[in-house]
């Protein structure tokens, strides 16, 4: 075969001139990782050869795409833009969705009349895939969506053995390393404030707590675990209820910066100083950490890198529809400061 083909180039022409499948072409058209560099330079020889242009509009009818994406939050606008995790995490899905020429749909869903209208919204066919972040154990949208034959991918998952595609963090990593650090500095009534545990996150990071105890010679104590929502009065409250039960604690590891900010509000309320009478770790190493006073020691999680995968991956589910769900847990690590 020489020369340019008559009429205009097919996908399928230059996936059998560069001896391809035709998925593979679409993904190093569109620029997807994990392509090896001769794969990528036959594709690219195969398009100078054929004059083949790709065409995003009739690629988007002929496939039904939109090339639009929906990140979908069910939370409120407050919490939303209060907690720096959802703002990380949407830069790095923005960024990601940026650098593939595709369109991001905010969506939050914050009730149930909500939650059926973004059902027959997606049903429509307006996006192509769905994000889905601060998903509660419950949650049938991750489902549903898999049944509307839309990909979705989840920041978190609902449980262990999650069906849906997921990005996560070591969230039990994240717990026995604050255990361990405290129990380093002495420290040895160690209390947990946990998110709401319908959220496997909140339970990953009190079984990581547990671990830490058991791995120190700490017998569990369940005067030291006090249930929290990730707010910020949440951590007070749930500080408040710790103190009055466990008045004798010496140290603390709340589930998120912004639990901890409130927990410390509420350790200052009762005379009690940080570090001296009680040390303080949080997670997620946000602005909160570093503009606490003292400044917190946080286990820091990928957030932003978080946001990039769960997007990279979706956009690979897109364009290659694999059999099995893919998974991705990212590493944790702890960033020590003054309040411990």
Same mark, same amino acid.
């Given at each position: 075969?020489?020369?340019?083909?008559?009429?205009?180039?097919?996908?399928?022409?230059?996936?059998?001139?560069?001896?391809?499948?035709?998925?593979?072409?679409?993904?190093?058209?569109?620029?997807?990782?994990?392509?090896?560099?001769?794969?990528?330079?036959?594709?690219?020889?195969?398009?100078?050869?054929?004059?083949?242009?790709?065409?995003?509009?009739?690629?988007?009818?002929?496939?039904?795409?939109?090339?639009?994406?929906?990140?979908?939050?069910?939370?409120?606008?407050?919490?939303?833009?209060?907690?720096?995790?959802?703002?990380?995490?949407?830069?790095?899905?923005?960024?990601?969705?940026?650098?593939?020429?595709?369109?991001?749909?905010?969506?939050?869903?914050?009730?149930?009349?909500?939650?059926?209208?973004?059902?027959?919204?997606?049903? &429509?066919? #307006?996006?192509?895939?769905?994000?889905? +972040?601060? @998903?509660?154990? %419950? !949650?049938?949208?991750?489902? =549903?969506?898999?049944?509307?034959?839309?990909?979705?991918?989840?920041?978190?998952?609902?449980?262990?053995?999650?069906?849906?595609?997921?990005?996560?963090?070591?969230?039990?990593?994240?717990?026995?390393?604050?255990?361990?650090?405290?129990?380093?500095?002495?420290?040895?009534?160690?209390?947990?404030?946990?998110?709401?545990?319908?959220?496997?996150?909140?339970?990953?990071?009190?079984?990581?707590?547990?671990?830490?105890?058991?791995?120190?010679?700490?017998?569990?104590?369940?005067?030291?675990?006090?249930?929290?929502?990730?707010?910020?009065?949440?951590?007070?409250?749930?500080?408040?209820?710790?103190?009055?039960?466990?008045?004798?604690?010496?140290?603390?590891?709340?589930?998120?910066?912004?639990?901890?900010?409130?927990?410390?509000?509420?350790?200052?309320? &009762?005379? #009690?100083?940080?570090?001296?009478?009680? +040390?303080? @770790?949080?997670? %997620? !190493?946000?602005?909160?950490? =570093?503009?606490?006073?003292?400044?917190?020691?946080?286990?820091?999680?990928?957030?932003?890198?978080?946001?990039?995968?769960?997007?990279?991956?979706?956009?690979?589910?897109?364009?290659?529809?694999?059999?099995?769900?893919?998974?991705?847990?990212?590493?944790?690590?702890?960033?020590?400061?003054?309040?411990?």
């Amino acid at each position: 075969m020489s020369g340019r083909h008559s009429g205009r180039p097919t996908l399928e022409q230059v996936a059998a001139r560069a001896g391809v499948g035709r998925g593979t072409v679409s993904r190093v058209i569109n620029g997807f990782p994990r392509v090896s560099e001769q794969t990528r330079t036959a594709v690219a020889r195969a398009v100078a050869e054929l004059g083949y242009v790709p065409n995003q509009a009739a690629r988007a009818l002929a496939g039904s795409r939109t090339d639009a994406i929906a990140l979908v939050i069910p939370e409120a606008e407050a919490r939303l833009f209060a907690e720096p995790y959802f703002l990380d995490l949407i830069r790095g899905v923005s960024a990601e969705l940026a650098e593939a020429d595709k369109q991001l749909l905010l969506t939050l869903v914050r009730s149930e009349q909500e939650r059926q209208r973004f059902e027959q919204y997606l049903a &429509a066919q #307006r996006v192509d895939g769905v994000l889905l +972040a601060s @998903v509660h154990g %419950d !949650d049938p949208l991750p489902d =549903r969506i898999r049944e509307l034959g839309l990909p979705v991918v989840m920041n978190g998952r609902r449980a262990e053995a999650e069906p849906v595609p997921y990005v996560d963090s070591d969230n039990i990593g994240a717990g026995r390393a604050a255990v361990a650090h405290l129990v380093g500095r002495g420290r040895s009534r160690i209390a947990t404030v946990t998110g709401p545990l319908d959220m496997y996150v909140a339970r990953a990071r009190l079984g990581g707590y547990r671990a830490g105890l058991a791995e120190a010679g700490l017998a569990p104590d369940e005067g030291l675990v006090s249930t929290g929502d990730f707010t910020e009065e949440g951590g007070r409250r749930a500080m408040r209820r710790l103190l009055d039960r466990s008045p004798d604690l010496d140290a603390v590891f709340a589930a998120s910066d912004v639990m901890a900010a409130g927990a410390r509000s509420a350790l200052r309320e &009762a005379g #009690r100083r940080v570090p001296e009478d009680v +040390a303080l @770790v949080g997670v %997620d !190493d946000s602005p909160v950490a =570093r503009l606490m006073d003292p400044p917190l020691t946080s286990v820091r999680q990928p957030i932003e890198e978080m946001g990039r995968t769960m997007a990279r991956m979706l956009l690979e589910e897109i364009a290659e529809a694999p059999e099995e769900p893919r998974r991705r847990v990212l590493p944790t690590e702890l960033v020590v400061r003054e309040s411990c």
